[in-house]
């Protein structure tokens, strides 16, 4: 009875995490009560939290200088306290400005730290991201923030920014779709409700160096310096999400097989769907080709009036939540991890008979 889920985000878990979670919900490993009835102190606890981080570690190949941190707030708090935890020493925040996500990023940093934007692609409608050679730091920058992935508008960057600064960035909507080297960062960050679990928490990846650059007056809780001294666990952490998070590391280890293995499945998944919009005037998509997203697949019918039908047969058809965001309307397929190529597939085929019928 499962459709497929093209949400945005909180979006699809793989089908096996839900089974395993669902097995275990009254009765964890014979211990007689649920990963959510646990102290977070329990050694029950302790080692399935340990075992999520080291499964993120070795997928991630995350260097040993390097804090893993299981957060709350989601990376909308991030937008705060990358400039409060990074801004202690003055400087200017710099950012790159290619989507709405990044925009906000800018806006809340505005509140905290000098800000500059060192490269803006608002000038070609935000239809690419910026090129290397067109980023420019303040003389002062503290660091570079970006966003490797606009979810809304389904642009990602098929580059890392090369800058003799601290480079930091928000991979809410890409992070674990393909491999990464993590030591081109300071710090990265995401919210779980896409790529890592369910919503509730929010992973930073920090380097140490960075641990004590924080602004005075830095709430206990805000501060990434009180996570990474207490394994994240200075208060209360989100216990249930992050074991659910620690099944989808689980996975993509052991029945993925790795990011190598996700990447490949990935590409493909994003090059027939887009293969599909481009070879049909029906649809359409705006960015450029060497900047669209794997994960987000933003798309446009030539007769917008056609909309509501579209969503309308679509669901009837098993495929949920293919609107677009709320701010840019048309039509968006979030293909993360957890969406299965069948479920691509299906849309595909959906596609091109609505096209038909209708177009
Ligand atoms: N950054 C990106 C790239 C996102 O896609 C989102 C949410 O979709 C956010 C930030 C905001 O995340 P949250 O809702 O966890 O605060």
């Known amino acids: 009875s499962r459709k497929f889920n093209f949400c945005a985000g909180p979006a699809a878990l793989p089908e096996a995490v839900l089974q395993r979670a669902r097995d275990e919900i009254l009765d964890w490993q014979g ?6 009835e646990m102290s977070h102190r329990s050694d029950e606890f302790v080692g399935i939290a340990e075992q999520a981080e080291a499964d993120l570690r070795e997928l991630l190949k ?6 893993v941190l299981f957060m709350q707030g989601g990376a909308s708090s991030q937008f705060a306290m990358v400039p409060l935890n990074l801004g202690g020493k003055g400087g200017t925040a710099n950012y790159l400005y290619n989507g709405i996500w990044g925009k906000k990023a800018i806006e809340e940093g505005q509140r905290y730290l000098p800000t500059h934007i060192a490269a803006s692609s608002e000038a ?3 239809s ?6 067109e980023i420019q730091l303040s003389a002062d920058a503290a660091y570079l923030h970006y966003t490797s992935n606009e979810t809304i508008g389904g642009l990602e960057f098929d580059y890392i920014p090369d800058v003799a600064v601290p480079l930091v960035c928000d991979m809410s909507s890409d992070i674990l779709s393909t491999p990464l080297d993590v030591s081109r960062f300071g710090l990265i960050y995401a919210g779980a409700q896409k790529n890592i679990g369910p919503a509730g928490l929010t992973l930073v990846i920090v380097r140490d160096d960075l641990l004590d650059q924080a602004q005075a007056q830095m709430p206990t809780m805000f501060s990434y310096k009180t996570f990474a001294d207490n394994g994240s666990m200075y208060n209360t952490p989100p216990t249930y999400a992050w074991y659910l998070s ?7 280890k052991n029945e993925v097989g790795g990011l190598d293995k996700m990447a490949e499945i990935n590409r493909r998944k994003a090059q027939k769907l887009y ?3 481009d070879g049909n005037d029906f649809y359409s998509n705006p960015i450029e080709p060497q900047h ?3 994960m987000n697949v933003p798309f446009r019918l030539a007769d917008a009036s056609l909309d509501k039908l579209f969503l309308q047969q679509a669901e009837a058809a098993g495929l949920l939540n293919l609107a677009g965001h709320r701010s840019v309307g048309g039509m968006r397929a979030s293909i993360y991890n957890a969406v299965p190529e ?5 849309l595909i085929e959906f596609m091109t008979d609505f096209a038909r019928n209708r177009g």
């Open 31 to 36: 211990r007689g009560l649920s990963v959510m």
């Open 62 to 67: 995350v260097p040993a200088n390097y804090k």
């Open 124 to 126: 070609t409608g935000l």
């Open 128 to 133: 690419r991201v910026p090129f290397q050679s």
């Open 246 to 252: 620690g099944l989808v590391f689980d996975w993509l």
């Open 275 to 277: 293969a599909t919009i």
């Open 292 to 294: 669209r997203s794997i």
């Open 342 to 346: 069948a479920a691509v597939d299906a």
